[in-house]
């Protein structure tokens, strides 16, 4: 089994969930959004009102370097980040959640330690009746640092 066929089985635990966070925004629940998640070139995740990570596409695991996504699923995301950035990142996450964009640039590591620098885009969830049900975070590699 290729690793990238690894990885997809290994964060199939958190299609339920995924498919609960799509559907409150009015996409079918169906496979189909998570088919389209999981064909996007970026790291792609949906991280739930409180910041926690609870999906991961394949792409995403494969340039974070994440072998063994149950130890990253269900994290805080800030906490994933360098000390440094925690703070920054958990800001612009929190702006996120009052319905705007939100758009920066930041170091991280890779799950192995390998230097990357990402270009980052926020975007609010919103349901039918008006809340953010969760944050839709997009990640870039921007280039090695």
Known sequence: MSVHHQSYHAHRSTDARSL???SQVG???SDLALCLLEQSPDCVKILSVDGTLDFMNCNGLDAMEI??????LGQLWWHLWPDHSQAMVEANFRSSLG???VQF???CPTAR???RNW????KPMIARDGPVVSVLATSREIGSA
């Open 20 to 22: 609960e966070v799509v």
């Open 27 to 29: 996409l079918d629940s």
């Open 105 to 107: 640039e930041a170091f």
């Open 113 to 115: 330690g390998n230097p």
């Open 67 to 72: 072998d063994e996504p149950e130890k990253v």
């Open 99 to 101: 319905g705007r964009t």
């Open 119 to 122: 270009s980052v885009n926020l």
